[in-house]
């Protein structure tokens, strides 16, 4: 009889602790995806700010730039054939402490975990079909090793340059590492059509890294954007020859900012800076979404 007794506790113990976790579980992890669309979706993610910046670096003196704090954003597109993640934040999910907010990391300020954003549209990291940097800068790459499981999306001179023996970013390897083993698509410069349907599109943009790229988003509702990565910092930088100190190629940037801006006005696609605090607050952000 006490044994009996005893697996009975043992049992309603097991359980209860099983339904704990049920009920906890949803605001992490989500259970079920949401159902594909029926047209594409972007979700804009709020990955912090950065603080005070040095508009020098930009060529720009403090009274030329109306917003110098740049944001740090990252976007899902959700498409009905699969989903794909553009950039990774700034701070590591990681970093962030319960009950501890704004989380700092240098001169980066995020009060939202990555994770915690993507679970309220219903997507964890493995439901992610592809993951694609703009470029291998620590603002961007935080998160990066969550997206392992996923397709990688990359420009043949970026992935190089992230891991050669003395790539610019060695120091920051942990935050990506998991991405050398990734299946991964890798990309020469040419449009890569993802789903097939020119709906998503990602574009080489050289210049800034060894190979920035961006993406192309065709909405049914609110029409076609162009999410540009670091092609541009400031809007006051458009329509300028001038480029940051620390460019891997200047004059390659130039090329590619002329080439883009041309498929933009053939295209009629919007530009979104992605550091642009200004356009940002603008923006409608998860669990809110443009289609």
Same mark, same amino acid.
């Given at each position: 009889?006490?044994?009996?007794?005893?697996?009975?506790?043992?049992?309603?113990? =097991?359980?209860?602790?099983?339904?704990?976790?049920?009920?906890?579980?949803?605001?992490?992890?989500?259970?079920?995806?949401?159902?594909?669309?029926?047209?594409?979706?972007?979700?804009?993610?709020?990955?912090?700010?950065?603080?005070?910046?040095?508009?020098?670096?930009?060529?720009?003196?403090?009274? *030329?730039?109306? *917003?110098?704090?740049?944001?740090?954003?990252?976007?899902?597109?959700?498409?009905?054939?699969?989903?794909?993640?553009?950039?990774?934040?700034?701070?590591?999910?990681?970093?962030?402490? +319960?009950?501890?907010?704004?989380?700092?990391?240098?001169?980066?300020?995020?009060?939202?975990?990555?994770?915690?954003?993507?679970?309220?549209?219903?997507?964890?990291?493995?439901?992610?079909?592809?993951?694609?940097?703009?470029?291998?800068?620590?603002?961007?790459?935080?998160?990066?090793?969550?997206?392992?499981g996923s397709t990688g999306?990359?420009?043949?001179? *970026?992935?190089?340059?992230?891991?050669?023996?003395?790539?610019?970013?060695?120091?920051?390897?942990?935050?990506?590492?998991?991405?050398?083993?990734?299946? =991964?698509?890798?990309?020469?410069?040419?449009?890569?059509?993802?789903?097939?349907?020119?709906?998503?599109?990602?574009?080489?943009?050289?210049?800034?890294?060894?190979?920035?790229?961006v993406i192309f988003v065709?909405?049914?509702?609110?029409?076609?954007?162009?999410?540009?990565?670091?092609?541009?910092?400031?809007?006051?930088?458009?329509?300028?020859?001038?480029?940051? =100190?620390? +460019?891997?190629?200047?004059?390659?940037?130039?090329?590619?900012?002329?080439?883009?801006?041309?498929?933009?006005?053939?295209?009629?696609?919007?530009?979104?800076?992605?550091?642009?605090?200004?356009?940002?607050?603008?923006?409608?952000?998860?669990?809110?979404?443009? +289609?």
């Amino acid at each position: 009889m006490l044994m009996h007794m005893s697996s009975r506790k043992r049992f309603a113990l =097991t359980l209860g602790a099983l339904m704990a976790f049920a009920v906890l579980a949803p605001s992490t992890y989500p259970q079920n995806r949401p159902k594909p669309p029926k047209s594409v979706r972007l979700y804009v993610f709020d990955n912090g700010i950065i603080k005070d910046p040095d508009v020098s670096r930009f060529r720009f003196k403090k009274e *030329e730039i109306a *917003e110098p704090n740049f944001v740090v954003c990252s976007y899902l597109i959700v498409h009905p054939k699969g989903t794909l993640m553009f950039d990774a934040g700034s701070v590591p999910d990681a970093n962030f402490k +319960e009950g501890v907010t704004p989380t700092t990391l240098n001169r980066y300020v995020a009060t939202k975990t990555l994770k915690s954003q993507l679970a309220a549209v219903g997507y964890a990291p493995k439901d992610i079909t592809y993951f694609a940097l703009s470029h291998y800068h620590g603002d961007h790459i935080a998160n990066s090793n969550d997206f392992a499981g996923s397709t990688g999306l990359v420009q043949k001179p *970026e992935r190089d340059a992230m891991f050669a023996e003395d790539s610019p970013v060695k120091e920051q390897l942990p935050l990506f590492n998991r991405l050398k083993d990734s299946k =991964t698509k890798i990309l020469d410069g040419q449009d890569f059509d993802v789903f097939g349907d020119g709906t998503v599109v990602v574009k080489g943009a050289y210049g800034h890294t060894p190979g920035h790229q961006v993406i192309f988003v065709k909405l049914a509702k609110s029409g076609p954007i162009l999410l540009s990565g670091d092609l541009y910092h400031y809007r006051e930088e458009r329509f300028t020859d001038k480029t940051p =100190t620390f +460019e891997f190629n200047g004059p390659q940037s130039l090329a590619s900012r002329a080439n883009i801006e041309a498929f933009l006005k053939k295209s009629g696609a919007q530009l979104w800076i992605e550091h642009d605090l200004q356009l940002f607050r603008g923006l409608k952000k998860a669990p809110e979404y443009y +289609e």
